[in-house]
């Protein structure tokens, strides 16, 4: 059987860091770094209280406000090594850490692409199929953009011809593990974004799925769901 086969049959382990929106970045980097050595494969999902990360093409540019103002609105600016530039992440978005190896995967240790494009689709799909049929019940006014390619970093949403970015991918790769992951931004979060130029983007180009603030048990509900499907 190829190692493809194999992986494909393999439930993965998912694990929901608590408590929610208190974990910090840095906290669940550790974690993250502790299940690869560990040789574990799955995934955390957790939210983190209100930071910035900076990634290896980043610009402090592009962070719209002062240090001490950051400060005090309780944001942390944090320089990580991921690919990709700046982004905010806080309250109303799902962190997604994969764990373990290309590998463990995908059954390929040179799986990048194939990492990326399957981790792509199963989020468009979720999105599509569950959130937006939530958000939206009287009719598709807004869809998951599928005309970017595989290899964009990130999935958009498409209303009346506008893009509008609801996961931000920044991930590194290593012989022995994998770092970092993506954000889904589920409940609006936009005094958040006003805070940066999102990956390098002047024009405001980031929304959320939902559209506005939900029960605390339905965004858990949210959370379950992702956590299955990518598990399976």
Same mark, same amino acid.
């Given at each position: 059987?190829?190692?493809?086969?194999?992986?494909?049959?393999?439930?993965?382990? !998912?694990?929901?860091?608590?408590?929610?929106? =208190? !974990?910090?970045?840095?906290?669940?980097?550790?974690? @993250?770094?502790?299940?690869?050595? /560990?040789?574990?494969?799955?995934?955390?999902?957790?939210?983190?209280?209100?930071?910035?990360?900076? %990634?290896?093409?980043?610009?402090?540019?592009?962070?719209?406000?002062?240090?001490?103002?950051?400060?005090?609105? &309780? #944001?942390?600016?944090?320089?990580?090594?991921?690919? =990709?530039?700046?982004?905010?992440?806080?309250?109303?978005?799902?962190?997604?850490?994969?764990? *373990?190896?290309?590998? *463990?995967?995908? &059954?390929?240790?040179?799986?990048?692409?194939? $990492?990326?494009?399957?981790?792509?689709?199963?989020?468009?799909? $979720?999105?599509?199929?569950?959130?937006?049929?939530?958000?939206?019940?009287?009719?598709?006014?807004?869809?998951?953009?599928?005309?970017?390619?595989?290899?964009?970093?990130?999935?958009?949403?498409? @209303?009346?011809?506008?893009?509008?970015?609801? !996961?931000?991918?920044?991930? &590194?790769?290593?012989?022995?593990?994998?770092?970092? %992951? $993506?954000?889904?931004? !589920?409940?609006?979060? @936009?005094?958040?974004?006003?805070?940066?130029?999102?990956?390098?983007?002047? /024009?405001?180009?980031?929304?959320?799925?939902?559209?506005?603030?939900?029960? %605390? @048990?339905? $965004?858990?509900?949210? #959370?379950?769901?992702?956590?299955?499907?990518?598990?399976?």
């Amino acid at each position: 059987m190829p190692p493809s086969a194999a992986t494909a049959k393999t439930k993965l382990e !998912v694990r929901t860091l608590t408590p929610w929106d =208190g !974990v910090s970045y840095e906290d669940a980097l550790k974690i @993250q770094a502790e299940c690869c050595a /560990a040789q574990q494969t799955g995934w955390l999902l957790f939210c983190c209280p209100p930071t910035i990360t900076l %990634g290896k093409r980043g610009h402090f540019s592009d962070v719209l406000m002062p240090m001490d103002e950051l400060k005090r609105l &309780g #944001v942390r600016l944090l320089p990580v090594d991921r690919g =990709g530039e700046v982004t905010y992440h806080g309250p109303g978005q799902i962190i997604g850490f994969p764990f *373990g190896t290309l590998e *463990g995967h995908t &059954g390929d240790s040179r799986g990048v692409r194939q $990492f990326v494009t399957r981790m792509k689709s199963r989020l468009e799909t $979720f999105i599509s199929t569950e959130l937006l049929r939530a958000a939206d019940p009287a009719g598709d006014v807004r869809q998951v953009d599928l005309s970017t390619p595989e290899q964009t970093a990130g999935v958009w949403l498409l @209303q009346n011809g506008m893009r509008r970015k609801i !996961v931000s991918i920044g991930l &590194g790769f290593h012989r022995t593990s994998i770092s970092h %992951g $993506f954000a889904l931004n !589920v409940a609006p979060m @936009q005094d958040g974004f006003e805070l940066v130029n999102p990956c390098g983007e002047i /024009a405001p180009r980031t929304a959320s799925v939902w559209t506005e603030k939900k029960p %605390g @048990q339905e $965004f858990q509900a949210t #959370v379950e769901r992702l956590a299955a499907i990518l598990g399976a």
